[in-house]
């Protein structure tokens, strides 16, 4: 009997590449199941979401396994969060077109929309990151990942939105998901280090030609994808109803390094660079950080006393509905003006600094690969996504960690897993950023450049190592 090492050993590239191809024209062919799967995925995320606004706050002595509202908090933000990202990395964004309930909750209504043309307003390609944003500091403002009530008011209002969307424009299209969604961008970026994607054969598509006797072949691309010129795995939502169309699209293999090398250059975004900079170098990672934070501390100690010396009483005092400042008097937990203030000012400089010192090194590096490039200067940005990422995945993944600890389950490991994971992203972000400057120098001008960079992703670095380590 041959051992199963010699079995696998068989197993050529060529055979994984036929069997990738076989699999993306599988989900493009059995819509049914995948509907199926979508509408559970859809109960699912409604019963998490509405459910534990209706119970009573979990008590202290409750556990994730005797108390539903715990279990759904750890569900939504120790669960499913973390591992979306994760997934956007090992398979583009197949979370989008096969499992998001947004997703498949404005494609249904869209099927029966009013058809209006998508204005112009809405395709601006900035409302991702201002959306995203705005999600980050108000999520915080109201506590997002602590109460229920902050849950089904956030996620709940963007699904209401996808839903409202999808009633009025396009037909049987996920307009909300290609221009409004406030995560579609840092979905796209983290796409790109997918080992996955749907490869556009140019060739086979313009010399294909319609047999004599049928109907013209169309595919139905719901996020509104030009397939025929699509290059990168950005904004396709790998459902794969466009596999094996025309004889030129496929599921295939490619290296993750691939479309932030060779692609990302020729498709400069400024948008995607704010988003990488400021949305999650910045204020993501200010959204995890203010908690714990001595500069957020001696900031509102200041500013009380500041106040109390000009007999201004009432921003210490003062609160607001809980929909607008965590405000939970029976958990001891009531933000007062002043929090709201501080925490709104913080985020936002911190986001600045961060940005600006993360951002004025790439500048440099950029200068000295030659004469002044915004193109460039987008492009090499483009190297610190995964760092941008993996910081993200493990500052949603403390939730995971803390909710583990509260229920007696001690990941010891964890600290080491933590450096390693950023020690290999920072690696890995060096390692584009020096393919992408040998595209545009050589030699010393190339080797200068990686020195700011190496500043870049140092400091990068640190902002996320702060949050486990003191350094």
């Not at 939502?237 to 090398?261: Q, T």
């Amino acid at each position: 009997m041959r051992s199963l090492t010699s079995k696998w050993s068989r197993v050529t590239g060529s055979d994984v590449d036929r069997a990738l191809a076989l699999l993306g024209e599988w989900v493009g062919r059995h819509r049914r199941v995948i509907a199926a799967i979508q509408w559970t995925v859809v109960l699912i995320y409604v019963a998490l979401l509405v459910i534990p606004p209706l119970l009573p706050l979990p008590e202290r002595t409750a556990q994730l396994w005797n108390n539903l509202t715990l279990a759904a908090q750890f569900a939504f933000w120790g669960i499913w969060w973390p591992f979306v990202l994760l997934s956007m990395v090992l398979f583009g964004r197949m979370w989008c077109g096969v499992l998001c309930p947004e997703g498949s909750l404005s494609e249904a209504v869209s099927a029966h929309s009013r058809g209006y043309a998508v204005p112009g307003w809405i395709k601006w390609r900035g409302w991702p990151f201002v959306a995203f944003s705005l999600t980050t500091i108000y999520g915080q403002m109201i506590s997002v990942y602590q109460y229920p009530q902050a849950a089904l008011l956030l996620l709940g209002g963007s699904t209401l939105g996808a839903i409202g969307i999808g009633a009025l424009y396009g037909r049987n299209k996920r307009v909300w998901c290609r221009y409004l969604c406030p995560v579609s961008r840092v979905f796209g970026v983290l796409a790109k280090l997918a080992p996955l994607h749907y490869q556009v054969d140019a060739q086979a598509w313009r010399s294909w030609e319609k047999p004599r006797g049928l109907a013209p072949a169309r595919v139905d691309c719901a996020p509104l994808v030009a397939i025929g010129t699509m290059k990168g795995n950005s904004a396709c939502h790998m459902c794969g109803r466009c596999s094996g169309f025309r004889g030129a699209i496929a599921l295939a293999r490619r290296s993750p390094n691939h479309e932030i090398v060779h692609v990302a250059g020729a498709e400069p975004s400024p948008v995607e660079t704010l988003v990488i900079l400021v949305g999650l170098l910045g204020l993501a990672a200010g959204a995890f950080h203010w908690g714990s934070s001595s500069i957020f501390i001696a900031a509102k100690q200041a500013s009380a006393e500041w106040l109390v010396d000009h007999h201004l009483m009432w921003p210490l005092q003062a609160a607001a509905p809980w929909w607008i400042l965590t405000n939970y008097p029976d958990q001891s937990d009531v933000m007062t003006l002043l929090d709201g203030t501080v925490l709104i000012s913080y985020l936002l400089l911190f986001a600045v600094v961060v940005a600006s010192g993360v951002g004025g090194s790439i500048a440099l590096a950029t200068r000295l690969l030659g004469a002044w490039s915004s193109a460039r200067f987008h492009h090499l940005v483009q190297s610190l996504i995964p760092l941008a990422g993996c910081g993200v995945f493990l500052g949603l993944s403390m939730t995971t960690v803390t909710l583990l600890g509260q229920n007696g389950i001690f990941l010891d490991f964890v600290s080491w897993l933590r450096a390693l994971m950023l020690i290999a992203a920072s690696v890995w972000s060096l390692w584009l950023g020096w393919r992408i400057a040998g595209l545009y120098a050589g030699g010393r001008r190339r080797i200068a450049a990686m020195l700011p960079l190496a500043v870049a992703v140092g400091g990068a670095s640190a902002v996320w190592a702060s949050l486990f380590w003191s350094l």
